[in-house]
């Protein structure tokens, strides 16, 4: 999963970094509204942190500008004005939920998990494929009922693969919700993750099938 922080504040920005990376995400952050706008429109995020008082650019115009796209990423904001007009403004132009500042790191990201559920339209934070079961939140994996050793990259790579079970999912789109910027990932890496992967989950009725030169599918095995 993926997430975007339109933060100015670098200390805040920092501690939501080390929060949301240390629960599993990859995290991206900018300064301004103009950064979040261009990131926004270049590169797909599974939710958007968003700060109202951004220079350059009011996080309502990221927000506009946003849907104005069609994009339909869920959206947090934060402001240190909690005002009523500015909570009912914010939800008419699309943001998803509200939180004003100061705020718990440890609310913040149970708000984190239920918009990222909400945006793949489940309202548990358990994926289930067969005898594969993946929860979200504690961040573990189970087959056939026995919590699998995986490593952080390979639990976010079972994440994606889960969240798009039956359906292809390519390399580049592996990198992208798996990656930050900066980080060099190349196809090989990937190839070697999945091979990992592979060793640790094929042990049941589930397969991770290779569609050669297109990417990958995660599959129930018929009895």
């Not at 609310?107 to 994926?127: D, H, P, W």
């Not at 992967?197 to 589930?206: A, F, M, N, S, W």
Request: proline share 2%; aromatic share 4%; net charge neutral.
């Amino acid at each position: 999963m993926r997430i975007l922080i339109a933060e100015d504040d670098q200390v805040l920005a920092d501690g939501l970094l080390r929060s949301l990376r240390a629960s599993g995400y990859a995290v991206d952050q900018v300064g301004s509204g103009t950064e979040a706008d261009a990131a926004l429109s270049a590169h797909e995020f599974d939710l958007l942190i968003l700060d109202l008082g951004l220079p350059k650019l009011h996080g309502f115009e990221v927000l506009k500008r946003l849907r104005a796209r069609g994009a339909a990423v869920p959206v947090l904001i934060l402001t240190a004005a909690d005002s009523v007009e500015q909570r009912v403004k914010g939800l008419d132009l699309g943001a998803d939920d509200y939180m004003a500042k100061p705020f718990s790191l440890q609310e913040l990201e149970a708000r984190v998990r239920a918009l990222t559920r909400r945006g793949l339209g489940t309202a548990s934070s358990v994926i289930k494929h067969g005898p594969l079961t993946f929860d979200a939140t504690g961040r573990v994996a189970y087959l056939n009922d026995q919590m699998i050793e995986l490593s952080a990259r390979e639990l976010s790579l079972l994440e994606v693969l889960l969240q798009r079970s039956g359906r292809l999912v390519s390399k580049d789109q592996l990198v992208e919700r798996l990656c930050e910027w900066g980080e060099e990932v190349s196809n090989n890496a990937i190839e070697a993750y999945i091979h990992r992967l592979r060793k640790k989950i094929e042990q049941g009725p589930v397969r991770i099938a290779t569609v050669r030169g297109l990417g990958y599918c995660l599959e129930k095995i018929a009895a």
